[in-house]
Nanobody
Framework: QFMESGGDSVQIGGSLRLSCSVS????????VGWFRQAPGKGREEVSC??????????RYTDSVKGRFSITRDNAKNMVYLQMTNLKPEDTGVYYC????????????????????WGQGTQVTVST
């Protein structure tokens, strides 16, 4: 239901845009988050965006603030993660997932709702 794409191998300082394609249901009414998992580490939060009805609020983990940007295209049922000024510590498999929404603020939360995850897309940043 969640399919990630756009990962690649890039050099330090490079850019990538990841795409999250959602099937079977419309993403317009819920929050979507990006997570990543580096080799030998657990999955960590990266960014999330709330639904349009909740103002499309965004959140970023501190390490990617100012470098990553999350957007959504409800008409295409897609969520994107634009990544710039990539660093080696950004290396990992990136996943998208439906996440919870805090009320009444309407802010997305880094808490996945669905038990299953997609295959992810590999991002490798090298010197």
């Amino acid at each position: 239901q969640f399919m990630e794409s756009g990962g690649d191998s890039v050099q330090i300082g490079g850019s990538l845009r990841l795409s999250c394609s959602v099937s079977r249901f419309a993403i317009s009414v819920f929050s979507v988050g990006w997570f990543r998992q580096a080799p030998g580490k657990g999955r960590e939060e990266v960014s999330c965006i709330s639904s349009a009805g909740n103002g499309g609020k965004t959140r970023y983990t501190d390490s990617v603030k100012g470098r990553f940007s999350i957007t959504r295209d409800n008409a295409k049922n897609m969520v994107y993660l634009q990544m710039t000024n990539l660093k080696p510590e950004d290396t990992g498999v990136y996943y998208c997932q439906q996440v919870d929404t805090s009320q009444p603020s309407g802010q997305c939360m880094f808490r996945s709702i669905r038990p299953s995850w997609g295959q992810g897309t590999q991002v490798t940043v090298s010197t």
